[in-house]
Each structure stands twice: as C-alpha cells, then as structure tokens.
C-alpha cells in the first residue's frame, strides 16, 4: 500500500446527481487498467471534517474510525479483502486525512493490481471544497443527466422519489452545489459531459474524458458492462449489465404525465435549458399551482428528515452504534 500520494496519479471524483450516469461513468473508468473505482464512499461523509484539515486524525478518532470500518455495510460494499488496510490503520498513532483518503483507496486499487484511484459517491457533492483542499491535483468529472430522466429513473428504483416537485428541487439543489464548486477550479481540473452525449457517442466522449485525465484510452473500457457483476450489485439498473444503448435515452417523454412534464418544466426549465435540453413551455393552469404547493407540503419534509436521520446514523455509527441499512445486494466476486 502507497503511503505517499502520486502526484503523477492524481485521483479522479466522478460528481453527479443519482440516477444521472455517474455508476456507468464509473465502471468504464474502472475498466481501465490503471484507475480502480470502488463501490460509493457514503461511509466517509462523518470522516471527512474540517478539523482535520490542519489536524491530524488523532488515536482516540483512529480507534473509533478503524471500528466503524470493520462493521460499515456499506464499505462492506467495496468488496475485496480490506484487511491490510485495516491492518496499517490499527497501528497508527495519528494521521493527516488525505493519507487516510488515499491509503484507504490505494488499499482498493492496489487489490485490482492498478496504480490510480477515483471517486463515485454523489452524497459527498458537500464535501467537494474539502475534497479539493485535500487532493488539489484531483480531476473532477461532472456528468449531467435531463432532470426529467434522472425523475422517471429514481422513482423505478425508489417509490419514495415519486414526487415530481420535490425531485425537481433537489435536482436543482444539487447542480447549484457541484456548480458552485467547479468554479473555484482551474479548468484543467474539471470537466463536464451530458449522459446522453456519452449513450449517443460512447467512444469519442470516453476518448475525451481519457485526454482529460491524461490516460490512454483504451477499447475494453465499452466493454465494462462484462464485469459488471464484480463491481456492483443487483440494485442497479439492469441496463449497466448491458452494452451502451443510446435507445435507453428521453424515457421521460412517455412515462411522465402531463402534469409531471408540465411542473418539471416549469420548476427547472432554467437548468434544462442551461444543460442544452429541449422543453416545451406550457402555461400553468391554477390547478397545476395547487399540485406543485400540495406536492411540497407532503415530501419536502419527509425528504429533510430522511436526509437528516440518514447524517445521524452514520455520526451514531462512528460513534460505536452499529449501522443495519444498506442500499442494496454486495456484488460477486470474481471467484463466485
């Protein structure tokens, strides 16, 4: 395991709103044979704090840290043999946290033989400064997916996102945050794609995105989808076990009602069309203002809850409470 960064490796974030591309996204990049990508590092958002910036994580925190890892679902999720990792970390009296960061994913990309690690964990767009401040080097890749697609493919995955309105917000929300961010970066450090660029032209936009982070580009990466089965679980789409279908694009135009397609429009047209995405501008009856303020009243809250105790189970769980959730089935290994 690399104790010192590589500079001549800097690692690579894929940010995105979910649903938008970015586990696609992911896996071709970890197709590569130098870059490795785990599964999301959703259990790292309690770790990465200010404090640590200029402090080193001290052995009180080290203890507590090494066993929330040893009993994370979802570093579970990684799915490889985390024990020399686990290992090192025990023995350290202190460390500063980017040596954290990157030995915790060096640990990872070193068990896929590769020399480059990156990043696929949407709910960290809060900690990008952070990130940033840490990794200065990094390379950032914003993929952006139609609002109303990214809509009509949570709510498959997760009935509790069928809330036209308060997806549309969040949506919102979160292209502001990464927005936000990329521009405090120099332009070799970052660089945004539209998921439906990378289905219509897979080879000429991944050849971009390899040029951007300074990597070969090579022809195994559209062929990810055969190793699929290794990298995540069956709580994904379908479809990320299958070749890139540029058909699997503007599903929105028959699954959304009219009324869904009418206050998605209207509450986000500026970012669609910011992004480059056609709509068509209907007005808004009195009963469609009626929909949009009944929707909000209903699942804004339940959204700021679920966000909220989300945030409090994991500072329960690196406190010493064992964390029972998980987003979904562990992958295969390469010998099952």
């Known amino acids: 395991m690399q104790d010192k960064l590589n ?5 690579v974030f894929i940010l995105g709103v979910q649903r938008s591309g970015t586990t696609l996204l992911r896996l071709i990049l970890n197709s590569h044979s130098h870059i490795a990508i785990p599964e999301e590092a959703e259990f790292l958002r309690p770790i990465i704090k200010k404090k640590y910036l200029y ?3 001290s052995k009180k925190d080290l203890k507590k840290i090494y066993n929330y890892l040893k009993n ?4 579970a999720l990684w799915n490889y043999d985390s024990s020399k990792f686990l290992n090192w970390l025990e023995k350290q009296s202190s460390i500063p946290l980017r040596e954290f960061i990157h030995n915790l994913f060096m640990s990872y990309a070193e068990s896929e033989s590769k020399i480059r690690w990156g990043d696929k964990t ?3 767009f809060r900690k990008l400064r952070l990130l940033y401040k840490l990794f200065p080097s990094a390379k950032f890749i914003h993929i952006v997916r139609d609002g109303r697609d990214v809509f009509d493919s949570w709510r498959k995955l997760d009935p509790s996102k069928n809330n036209v309105v308060v997806v549309s917000l969040e949506w919102q929300y979160k292209l502001y945050k990464i927005e936000n961010f990329l521009k405090i970066l120099p332009e070799n450090s970052k660089y945004t794609i539209r998921y439906e660029d990378l289905l219509i032209e897979p080879e000429e936009t991944v050849m971009k995105i390899c040029n951007f982070i300074e990597m070969e580009f090579e022809s195994r990466m559209l062929n990810f989808y055969m190793q699929s089965k290794y990298y995540i679980g069956n709580h994904h789409s379908s479809l990320i076990f299958q070749p890139i279908n540029p058909g699997n694009l503007f599903k929105w135009k028959k699954n959304l009602t009219e009324t869904e397609l009418k206050v998605f429009n209207y509450l986000a047209g500026n970012y669609l069309r910011k992004y480059g995405y056609q709509i068509a501008s209907k007005k808004m009856s009195f009963n469609d203002y009626a929909y949009v303020f009944k929707k909000v009243l209903k699942g804004l809250p339940v959204r700021i ?4 105790k989300a945030n409090m189970l994991l500072r329960k769980a690196i406190a010493g409470s064992k964390v029972m959730f998980l987003h ?3 992958p ?3 010998n099952s």
């Not at 994370?72 to 570093?75: E, I, L």
């Not at 809850?305 to 909220?308: E, I, M």
């Open 7 to 11: 500079e001549q490796n800097p690692p």
């Open 55 to 57: 402090n080193e994580i």
């Open 72 to 75: 994370s679902p979802y570093y």
């Open 122 to 124: 949407p709910s960290l």
């Open 305 to 308: 809850f679920g966000v909220l």
């Open 328 to 330: 979904g089935e562990k």
């Open 332 to 334: 295969k290994t390469k």
